[in-house]
């Protein structure tokens, strides 16, 4: 699992590339501790080239999440595949989210 982080004023643009799963979720949950330190802007979780999320991956939206309801800021995950979308749907992530 790869990620790249891009902040443009108020906008973090967090690039999720891979598979997070069970063992990459570790990794990416310290990578994004300074977006979830200062979410309070709009973060833009983009998923275009993710393939697979698990529930470590999904917990790890929800702290995003979190914090940035907690700093006034708000969540967009953007560019879920289909796979991902169903995931999202059948854990009542849809309604949790902005989805672009």
């Given at each position: 699992?790869?990620?790249?982080?891009?902040?443009?004023?108020?906008?973090?643009?967090?690039?999720?590339?891979?598979?997070?799963?069970?063992?990459?979720?570790?990794?990416?949950?310290?990578?994004?501790?300074?977006?979830?330190?200062?979410?309070?802007?709009?973060?833009?979780?983009?998923?275009?080239?993710?393939?697979?999320?698990?529930?470590?991956?999904?917990r790890i939206f929800l702290t995003v999440r979190k914090a940035a309801a907690a700093q006034g800021g708000k969540v967009i995950v953007r560019n879920i595949s289909d796979d991902i979308r169903q995931v999202f749907m059948m854990t009542g992530f849809l309604n949790l989210f902005e989805i672009q």
């Open positions: 699992m790869e990620i790249n982080i891009e902040k443009v004023d108020s906008v973090t643009t967090v690039r999720l590339i891979g598979r997070l799963d069970t063992p990459a979720a570790q990794e990416v949950s310290k990578q994004l501790e300074p977006v979830i330190a200062d979410a309070g802007g709009t973060t833009v979780l983009d998923c275009t080239e993710m393939s697979y999320i698990s529930s470590s991956g999904l």
